[in-house]
């Protein structure tokens, strides 16, 4: 029976994902994303041109869904070039998010997207690519892609990966979802909920070794160096810096702007495109700087800053008395904690943000609250900016958790000193 279901899963998946594919091909003249998507495909084997596996080299393939996978690997990128010197790794993305800021990363041989999760795509990129091993980062589990794998018999391991009971694997009917788990040869998972739950289906190569985004904020911590812009708008004033921030977050706590702000303000939105700031610019109660125009002559006096480009929150937290990270008021996904918590910030979020282990622990911890209305935001919001204790006490809860569950990339580095020559 289950390998019944399993065979049915294989033939209903190739046939949607056939189906899907002929209308995508049918749509694309009427839309830019659709064509963005093919052209991204198509410029695979642009990327790999001038990739070769040498004799005697190891090549590790890492798939990562986008920028917040890579910046969680990142650690162990650099630790593979420091333990592995003879190895090369290739990454790739799904999302144009992490393609377009890293395409160019040094800790790579060479850098491009997933192929589309078809036979003849998959086999092309593996006989180009010729793979020791492949690692997912969290939750990439593509059919095709894992079933092409292992017929190869190189192996696959799951990095960071989390699992709940809700999910379709440890249904009494998974619908071959189970046997795409059976074919990783080895889990990291984050917590021992997910070991227990793989160990029930009879999935028992795993290890509890916590999350690479420890050691990665960590470092990135380490590394900071201060924003002239931002010394420039803050001066000597408390600050506010909400992180990744969606409509539904701003809706949370903009009710509580006004002339007289008690302190500055920076947002950082998770969309930064053109259309997105100028709706945030327009739904703000009270005039708002923003980073890439930024003139101290101006803007110094104003309350609020808007962050309008990527790859600046991550050190920008560094300059912060409390923080918000968004996400959690909506449906999108709570978005990145640890990278304000490393600093030692007291970290407020949305209500929906119980699929996160690290919110979770991080509010058992005490130095994080979850709030559900603009009510609730303001009585945390006002103790935090009036009791200085309370507030260093809460960023030091954070940042001595984080030091506490650092060192996974050290443990996965040594599994792979007994599976590879170093």
Not at 25 to 36: A, E, G, M, Q, V
Not at 198 to 220: C, M, P, Q, W, Y
Not at 296 to 305: E, H, R, T, Y
Not at 334 to 343: P, R, S
Request: charged share 20%; glycine share 4%; hydrophobic share 40%.
């Amino acid at each position: 029976m289950k390998y019944f279901y399993h065979q049915m899963f294989n033939a209903l998946y190739s046939f949607l994902f056939a189906l899907v594919y002929l209308l995508a091909k049918l749509l694309s003249p009427f839309s830019s994303k659709i064509r963005d998507f093919f052209a991204q495909r198509n410029s695979i084997a642009k990327d790999l041109t001038h990739f070769k596996k040498e004799k005697g080299q190891t090549v590790f393939w890492f798939h990562t869904a986008s920028m917040g996978e890579f910046e969680q690997i990142k650690p162990l990128l650099e630790e593979i070039k420091i333990s592995f010197p003879n190895a090369q790794s290739v990454i790739t993305f799904f999302s144009p998010s992490g393609y377009d800021i890293f395409k160019s990363s040094p800790l790579a041989s060479a850098i491009s997207y997933l192929p589309l999760d078809r036979s003849k795509d998959l086999k092309n990129y593996l006989n180009k690519v010729q793979p020791d091993a492949l690692f997912l980062v969290k939750y990439e589990f593509w059919p095709n892609l894992l079933k092409t794998v292992h017929q190869r018999n190189i192996p696959i391991y799951s990095i960071s990966s989390t699992f709940r009971k809700e999910q379709l694997f440890f249904k009494s009917i998974s619908f071959g979802m189970r046997t795409l788990l059976k074919k990783v040869n080895h889990f990291f998972v984050l917590n021992q909920s997910s070991k227990n739950l793989l160990n029930k289906i009879s999935i028992n190569d795993v290890e509890v070794i916590g999350d690479t985004r420890f050691d990665r904020v960590l470092a990135n911590a380490k590394s900071a160096k201060k924003h002239t812009i931002l010394e420039e708008f803050l001066g000597d004033q408390l600050c506010c810096i909400a992180g990744s921030t969606w409509p539904e977050d701003h809706a949370l706590f903009f009710p509580l702007f006004n002339k007289k702000m008690p302190c500055k303000w920076i947002i950082a939105p998770h969309k930064v495109d053109k259309d997105a700031i100028t709706q945030l610019e327009k739904s703000l109660p009270i005039p708002a700087a923003k980073w890439t125009t930024f003139d101290p002559n101006k803007d110094a006096s104003k309350s609020v800053l808007i962050i309008d480009c990527i790859g600046i929150l991550s050190t920008a937290y560094l300059h912060g008395d409390i923080a918000y990270v968004g996400g959690g008021m909506g449906t999108k996904g709570l978005h990145n904690t640890l990278e304000a918590a490393v600093f030692g910030l007291p970290v407020i979020i949305g209500k929906n943000y119980h699929r996160y282990p690290e919110a979770n622990l991080l509010i058992e911890n005490g130095g994080m609250t979850s709030v559900k209305s603009t009510e609730e935001f303001a009585s945390i919001y006002q103790q935090l900016i009036t009791n200085k204790e309370w507030r260093k006490k809460q960023g030091m809860a954070n940042q001595n958790f984080i030091k506490t569950h650092q060192g996974a990339t050290e443990k996965i580095i040594s599994f792979l000193k007994t599976q590879f020559e170093t």
